[in-house]
Nanobody, 125 residues
Framework: QVQLVESGGGLVQPGGSLRLSCAAS????????MGWYRQAPGKERELVAT???????DYADSVKGRFTVSRDSATNTVYLQMNSLKPEDTAVYYC???????????????????WGQGTQVTVSS
């Protein structure tokens, strides 16, 4: 399977910036789409931003103009640059990726849909 490792969360004051990173492990991995979701206490997980292999991007209305998603296909890494952070951005942020990977046990490609472990982002003065 493909594992995702996130980094970059933390505590920041309102108006500040943070950059999240998420790297997908494994060789012979072809990723179609990567993205970020978040879940605040007592709320459902929601989409923040996604980016496809052809660089089509989609954002939640609440983050448009403040957040930027990007990816490095050479390293299978997705980034989320978060600017002008607000207290309501406080949540656990999860990375997601989907595509195909080569399963050596059965000698063929299989689909995958993986999630990272989550990273806490807290916006507070």
């Amino acid at each position: 399977q493909v594992q995702l490792v996130e980094s970059g969360g933390g505590l920041v004051q309102p108006g500040g910036s943070l950059r999240l990173s998420c790297a997908a492990s494994g060789s012979r991995v072809s990723i179609d789409a990567m993205g970020w979701y978040r879940q605040a206490p007592g709320k459902e997980r929601e989409l923040v931003a996604t980016i496809t292999s052809s660089r089509n991007m989609d954002y939640a209305d609440s983050v448009k103009g403040r957040f930027t998603v990007s990816r490095d296909s050479a390293t299978n890494t997705v980034y989320l640059q978060m600017n002008s952070l607000k207290p309501e951005d406080t949540a656990v942020y999860y990375c997601n990726a989907g595509g195909e990977y080569y399963n050596r046990r059965i000698h063929r490609y299989e689909d995958f849909d993986s999630w990272g472990q989550g990273t806490q982002v807290t916006v507070s003065s």
